[in-house]
């Protein structure tokens, strides 16, 4: 029987939405336009597992290290003692994707640095980034048994993903190694927009869980979900 990797914090009540926490061996897919907040959930996430006694790899591709710190504190995620203490490794693919360098090689290096991969979690935002520009099935099958063999040891790799930014196969084969879905969207209601994430797919869920999670984002509070919304 495995376990569950808690996200609970405080005035907070997305680890009850979710089952309880993320269960232990979880792939976990967060798809989404842009603007859709893929970013915020991971980040949601990230914190609530450091918060629980996690420790973790967070991989951008947005952020420097100050920007991430700082935005982070502008959620009220504060996350500079974890980075201190080593309970966070944080990796900015920011420099790398300005710069003139050749893609082909990010996802092999990314599945061969060990360090990356002894937290107990490991967050890619975006995974597309890591992707080669041109990737054949051979790559992404291979990266798909490298998620299965990292899942298997009981840890959590999350992964956010715009559709558009991969090819379809890419795409099928990320979709199916994942053992969690979930898709975010934005819609418009009574002149204002509503954010919302459903849980497309959830095996080994280990507590009951809501299919759509209606959320919205505030400063210093964070990622804060919805009482009640229409979506």
Request: proline share 5%; aromatic share 6%; charged share 20%.
């Amino acid at each position: 029987m495995g376990s569950l990797l808690g996200i609970r914090i405080p005035n907070d009540e997305l680890h009850r939405r979710i089952g309880g926490g993320i269960p232990s061996g979880s792939v976990v897919l967060i798809e989404g336009d842009r603007g859709t907040g893929k970013s915020i959930l991971s980040q949601r996430l990230l914190y609530g597992f450091l918060r629980n006694g996690h420790t973790a790899t967070y991989v951008s591709s947005q952020y420097t290290t100050p920007g991430f710190i700082n935005q982070m504190d502008s959620l009220g995620y504060g996350i500079v003692q974890d980075l201190i203490k080593r309970r966070l490794l944080f990796v900015s693919l920011h420099p790398l994707l300005v710069g003139l360098v050749d893609r082909s090689r990010f996802l092999p290096r990314f599945m061969g640095a060990r360090e990356l991969w002894k937290p107990d979690v490991v967050i890619a935002d975006s995974v597309a980034a890591l992707l080669p520009p041109e990737p054949d099935e051979e790559e992404i099958r291979a990266f798909s048994l490298h998620l299965k063999r990292v899942s298997s040891l009981g840890k959590v790799v999350i992964m956010t993903l715009n559709p558009a930014d991969v090819d379809r196969e890419s795409l099928s084969v990320l979709e199916e190694v994942s053992t969690m879905l979930i898709r975010l969207s934005v819609k418009a209601f009574g002149g204002d927009l509503k954010n919302s994430a459903t849980i497309v797919k959830y095996n080994n869920a280990m507590g009951i869980f809501q299919k759509i999670i209606p959320f919205r984002v505030e400063p210093r509070a964070g990622f804060i979900v919805e009482i009640a919304a229409v979506v």
